[in-house]
Structure formats: C-alpha cells, structure tokens
T-cell receptor
Framework: AQTVTQSQPEMSVQEAETVTLSCTYD???????LFWYKQPPSRQMILVIR??????QNATENRFSVNFQKAAKSFSLKISDSQLGDAAMYFC?????????????FGKGTRLSVIA | GAVVSQHPSWVICKSGTSVKIECRSL??????MFWYRQFPKQSLMLMAT?????????EQGVEKDKFLINHASLTLSTLTVTSAHPEDSSFYIC?????????????FGPGTRLTVT
C-alpha cells in the first residue's frame, strides 16, 4: 500500500520569506500523481499544486513550487514571498494514475504559521 | 470549476439518534464519491468509497452498519450515522470524482461538523 509521510508537524515563516514543507512517499507504481492541499481554518480542502510523476519538470503555481525527486520519492513544497493568508494546514497526497476508484492518500499534515 | 456541496455544514444531535449528511456534485456527474473523517488536528481518514448504483466499499475498521452510505444518483451521496455516540463527533468531508479526458480529479466538499451530545 502507498504511504505518505510528512515529518514536520509544524512550521513557521516570516511574512515575505520562503518556506519549504517536506513530504516523502512510498509506492511500487511508476505512474502516479502527487498533490499538495491547503486546509485553512474554514477546513475547506484547496488544491495548491499537482505533479504528474511521468513529468520531470517541477510544477509551479505562482508563489508555490515543488521539488520532485522521483528516485528519492520526495515531493517538497516551496512557498515564496509568504503571506498571512498562507497560514493553514498543508497536506501532501498521493494517487495512482489510472485507477479512478483509488482515493487520495494523505500525509498527516504540516501546520504552517506565518509571522507578521 | 467543479463544485461539491455538503449539507448540513454543522449538526448537533443527541446520543442514540441518527443523522444524515448529504454530498452533492453541483455541476458535474460523479460516479464515485469518497467519504473522509477528520479529527481535530489530524489528517483525513478515508471511511468509504461510494459508487453510484452499487454498495459502498468500506475501509478496514469502519462499521458499515453504523455509517450507512447511499449513492442513489450521479450527483448525490449520503452518509447516515446511525445510533450516534459522542465518539462519532468529528468533521466529515466528502469528495467527488470527476472524470477528465485521460485522468480523474477529486473535488472536496466544505465538510460537516457533527457533534453528538
């Protein structure tokens, strides 16, 4: 079974600075998706960024980018120019590529605080 | 974009009663929906996979007779917590699967906070 590990329960960053959240995963599949989700205090899950494992290029979405290391099974999220609104729980997630009935597998999450 | 709604957003019920939570995909058809449970400061735990027109598949350790799931249409899945007890108090999140050209995407509802007194 696939597992996702987030080793940082809590992180903090100064406003306008950069922070990196770590995630590792374990799978025997060669094709899959990786995601970072944000859960603010409202608890609505918000997709931040997605990476297809077959793509070597790291995904970017504005201030959010990932460092995807397939061989190391590592998938970190970098948040640049951190804003107060970035404060939230961040979950790393995995999903098999082709099986539609396979749900997302989540890590335990990292709580990010942004200091003004 | 794809929108998933849940109703109610929060509910308080007495111990021993049942409560139903609805999950709707508002602008797309979802043959598969997922139900998650989230305790405070914890991650989402998958409870069951709901497929339209068939029985739900429950994760190990989830009581199927306590958490009844019905996926009667392509836009609606319901989770009924039967004979609720205080330990069932939690945040319940549904997610609906949208089939795209060559893959799938999961969209999340806003969640339902259940408090059993």
């Amino acid at each position: 079974a696939q597992t996702v590990t987030q080793s940082q329960p809590e992180m903090s960053v100064q406003e306008a600075e950069t922070v990196t959240l770590s995630c590792t995963y374990d799978t025997s599949e060669s094709d899959y998706y990786l995601f970072w989700y944000k859960q603010p205090p409202s608890r609505q899950m918000i997709l931040v960024i997605r990476q297809e494992a077959y793509k070597q290029q790291n995904a970017t979405e504005n201030r959010f980018s990932v460092n995807f290391q397939k061989a190391a099974k590592s998938f970190s999220l970098k948040i640049s120019d951190s804003q107060l609104g970035d404060a939230a729980m961040y979950f790393c997630a995995y999903r098999n590529l082709h099986s539609g009935n396979t749900p997302l597998v989540f890590g335990k999450g990292t709580r990010l605080s942004v200091i003004a | 974009g794809a929108v998933v709604s849940q109703h109610p957003s929060w509910v308080i019920c007495k111990s021993g009663t049942s409560v139903k939570i609805e999950c709707r995909s508002l602008d797309f058809q979802a043959t598969t929906m997922f139900w998650y449970r989230q305790f405070p400061k914890q991650s989402l735990m998958l409870m069951a996979t709901s497929n339209e027109g068939s029985k739900a598949t429950y994760e190990q350790g989830v009581e199927k007779d306590k958490f009844l799931i019905n996926h009667a249409s392509l836009t609606l899945s319901t989770l009924t917590v039967t004979s609720a007890h205080p330990e069932d108090s939690s945040f319940y999140i549904c997610s609906a699967r949208l089939r795209l050209a060559d893959t799938y995407e999961q969209y999340f509802g806003p969640g339902t906070r259940l408090t059993v007194t």
